[in-house]
Each structure stands twice: as C-alpha cells, then as structure tokens.
C-alpha cells in the first residue's frame, strides 16, 4: 500500500496547490484498490453488483434452431423467385417439446414462436402473409428468402463463449443474460460500505429550529442519494460538531467500519476549525486545490486503524460543489473500490445555446439542460446562477457541461461536452 508522499512523488507535475482534475483522478487510481472479498449471490441478488469472476457461457443459446414467428415452417431451397409456392400441411410443431416426424418436400409445419425447427427445415413465412388453402398452403411469391425468420442455435451465446467478464457492472440486462444461461448464482465483489458526516457548527440536522446564520444539512442527503444509486451501503454519521473531541470519535468510529468515509465542509483554506487538524492527526491525508470550479478544496488521504484502513475524500462544503467533486472523482475511485473495471464516463457533443466565459487553466463544470432538437442534434443551456451553493440548478440540470482544462471562452453554437446524469442524479 502506497502512502500519500509515494504515490505524489510518481506524479508528473504535481502540484497540491494547483491539481488539475485529470491529475486528481491519476492520484485517486493509484490511491484506491478493489475490496477484497467476494461472495455468491443469487441473480436476484446481483443487482448493481461487481462480478469478481469471468462467466462462460454453460449452454448454448439458444438451445436450438427455432421459429422467430408464428408461420409455417419448410425447407428453403424450393422457393423460386417470382413464383409463389404450394405445401401440404403436415403437423403442428409448439414451443417446448420437438415435433417427431418428416417433412418432405412439397411440405410444411405449422410452427410456433420458439419452437424448434425440425431437421431439414430452415425458413418460416409468417402466418400473415400465407393463404390457407384446403389442407395446405400457398405462399405469395417473394414474401420470404430461405433462412428468414429463423434463429439459429447459439446465436445469442454458444457453449464456451465469454458470456461476462470480472469487473463487469451487473445491471438488468446482465441479470437476464446471467439467467439464460441457467446460472442460479453469481460471485460478486462484497458490497462497499461508505461512511458520510457532514462537518461544521452553523450546520442544522432536520427537525432543529432555524437559527441566525446556520443553514440545513443537504450535503448528507445528496451523498446518500449519490452513494445509494451506485450499490453501496451507506453508514449515515449525521452533522459533527466543530470540536476536536466529536471529530475524532465520528473519525475512528467511521474508519472503525467503512471502506470510505466521505465528510464535506472544513476543508478549504481560510478553515478556522477543526476538521483539518484531526485529518492529519487521524490519518495520511493530502490537502488540495483543484484547478477546478465548482469545487477546488478536497482532502484525500487514508485513515488507519489497527488491521485495516478506510479512504477518505474530505470534500468542500458547498452543495453544488459536493455533487461535483462526487461525481468528477469520488464516484470513478469507489467503482474501482467495488471492483469495476476503469472506465471514463461517456461524453456527449451539444450545441452550446448561450456564450460561456471560461478562462483556461481550470476545469469547470456547468450545471446544463441538453435537449434534442428538430433536426436530432444535441443543444445545452445552462441553468443560469451557477453559484456552488444553488442546489436548484443541480435539481434542473439532466447533465452537467463540461469544459476542460485548456479550453477557453464559448460562442452561441459552439460545441461543448456534456456528462449526462441519467441514472446517477
Ligand atoms: P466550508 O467548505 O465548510 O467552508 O463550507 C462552504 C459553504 O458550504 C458554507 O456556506 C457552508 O455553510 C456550506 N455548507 C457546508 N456544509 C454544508 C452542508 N452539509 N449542507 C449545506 N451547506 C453546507
Ligand atoms: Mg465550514
């Protein structure tokens, strides 16, 4: 495990008073590791889990050739372009259970969705589209190719195939995968459990009476919602007082049992308080300035306990400015806690519909409103005030703006990034 001073002296550049955000995600990569245990769960289980073992594909599926529709089924190589054709009905063949018999040609099988083609048959024409004719049928001419309307075996996943792999984000449609192939449980990363206090003496929990220069808690909610969504169990810690004594218990009680312990407020420069002094007391901690903005000061560090030890992301106070630093950098170092395999968040282009002043040298992240336009494109907005403290404009953004370190200022109709929300906010 490498300390704080190790992991900064194989940074390129690195400045803590002037971090750029590409560099606090190369620092976090290295800080972090997947937690250690894993376990088996049932599929229903799985859910927003981590698979900690590749998975190969047990079967074949599907099992067998079978109907994509409702039709008749025959074989192919009698169709002649232009011309339609005559078959005498021979059976029924029904989902689940294989037809016994010949068909020869001149003959079809009233087939249904799912159920196996029988041998020598590889074409089905849709119910629809034939004529019923006596104890027959006629097919129009050019209705159906040969092979159409057929799935072959295997064609979803054959027997010894990479089915999923470790590190692979379990989600409804791995679930089903995972069923397909007849699999009852998986092995999967244990859960992460992650600690959150809020820090800070003019801080209200819910249910206390307003008073003179203090503001409720929302920071707590945020991070809950923000952890809850990735499948991580949350240990609520509540609003810790500004004092070294409740400070160091919330501390040692967090990293008592967390993996991560996140707290906001108490980390920027001018802090006059407490928070600060008890990080570098408690633990290996680096205090930054993040070229950055909403955003900037971020503690990071580990907190050890006698045979174990918890990573800590101590971050500002400020609401818009949490959800930021959450997602920018908390969010990718627990993935990478839980297991997952690395992976940058997928941007998208919009056009900008306002001019954005940004001075080079900071990465800013303005709250957005992408729409699709008549024509399909993208187009962004922002929410107006974009104060760090106005958590409305997080609440009616679908996604935030990104502009990166080097860019400057932006014109009406530029293209810009945009990381959308879906699923995370
Ligand atoms: P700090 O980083 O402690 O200087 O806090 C910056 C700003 O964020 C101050 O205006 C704080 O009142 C506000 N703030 C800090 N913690 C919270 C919280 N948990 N909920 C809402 N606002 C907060
Ligand atoms: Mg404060």
């Known amino acids: 495990m490498k300390t704080i001073g190790q992991i900064a002296a194989e940074l390129q550049g690195y400045d803590p008073q002037a971090l750029s955000a590409v560099q606090v995600n190369e ?34 599926v599907p099992p067998h050739d079978n109907s994509a529709m409702d039709g008749f089924a025959f074989a192919g ?51 629809e589209f034939v004529r019923i004719e006596g104890d027959g049928i006629e097919i129009p001419a050019d209705v159906v190719k040969p092979g159409d309307n057929r799935r072959l075996l295997g064609e979803d996943l054959m027997a010894g195939q990479p089915a999923l792999a470790r590190g692979d984000l379990l989600g409804p449609a791995a679930l089903g ?12 990363f244990r859960r992460l459990k992650v600690a959150y206090f809020s820090t800070g003496d003019e801080i209200l929990s819910l249910g206390e009476s307003p008073r003179e220069g203090a503001v409720y808690d929302s920071n707590r909610y945020t991070v809950f919602g923000l952890l809850h969504r990735m499948g991580i169990e949350v240990v609520d810690m509540g609003v810790v ?73 101590g971050l500002p106070g400020n609401p818009v400015a949490v959800m930021v630093t959450f997602l920018a950098f908390v969010r990718p170092a627990l993935r990478r806690m839980m297991g997952a395999r690395a992976s940058d968040p997928v941007l998208l282009r919009a056009r900008c519909g306002e001019a954005l002043r940004k001075k080079p040298g900071r990465t800013e992240y303005q709250r957005g409103i992408v729409t699709t336009e008549p024509d399909g ?5 922002t929410t107006g005030n974009q104060g760090s403290g106005v958590l409305r404009s997080m609440v009616e953004a679908n996604g935030l703006i990104v502009l990166h370190h080097g860019q400057g200022h932006v014109a009406v109709g530029d293209e810009v990034d945009v990381m959308m929300f879906d699923g995370v906010i």
């Open 241 to 313: 007082r500004d004092e070294p004594e409740a400070l160091e218990t919330a501390f040692r009680q967090a990293a008592e049992q967390a993996d991560a312990i996140i707290t906001s407020g108490g980390v920027s420069m001018g802090e006059a308080d407490h928070t600060k002094a008890m990080m570098k007391q408690l633990g290996d901690v680096a205090f930054w300035r993040i070229a950055m903005r909403p955003g900037r000061p971020m503690a990071v560090g580990r907190i050890q306990r006698p045979g174990r030890s918890s990573i800590l992301f």
């Open 377 to 381: 494109t993208l187009k962004v907005r």
């Open 27 to 60: 620092f976090l990569a290295r800080l972090v590791e997947p937690v250690a245990d894993v376990e088996s769960v049932s599929v229903f289980g799985a859910l927003g889990r981590v698979l900690a073992d590749d998975v190969t594909s047990p079967i074949s």
């Open 177 to 188: 995968l995972v069923a397909s192939l007849g699999l009852p449980e998986l092995r999967v």
């Open 77 to 127: 190589h009698q169709l002649v372009q232009g011309q339609p054709l005559k078959l005498k009905l021979k059976g029924t063949a029904l989902a689940g259970k294989a037809w016994e018999g010949n068909v020869r040609p001149g003959e079809c099988l009233k087939i249904m969705t799912g159920a196996i083609m029988p041998g020598g048959l590889d074409t089905v024409v849709p119910l």
